[in-house]
């Protein structure tokens, strides 16, 4: 099932699952495990560290936020 191709945000070594955005990849560090079946989580080249400011860039040039507009309340 593993493609071999480095290409995700994260993927878990037990059943293969992959997420493919860069905030999913935020999320499941705090998890710390894969949510389907509790396995070990590997992180790709989509899934950069927090701290790398160039990870950050790109997901602060596609925010919702700034795509959509502020919502309204």
Do not use: I, Q, Y
Not at 9 to 19: I, K
Not at 38 to 54: N, S
């Amino acid at each position: 099932m593993r493609s071999g191709m480095s290409d995700f945000a994260a993927r878990c070594t037990d059943c293969g699952f992959t997420w493919n955005t860069p905030a999913m990849a935020d999320g499941l560090r705090v998890l710390g495990a894969c949510p389907k079946c509790k396995g070990e989580l590997e992180f790709g080249t989509r899934g950069m560290a927090a701290g790398d400011v160039r990870a950050e860039r790109r997901v602060a040039a596609t925010a919702p936020h700034l795509v959509l507009g502020l919502p309204r309340v």
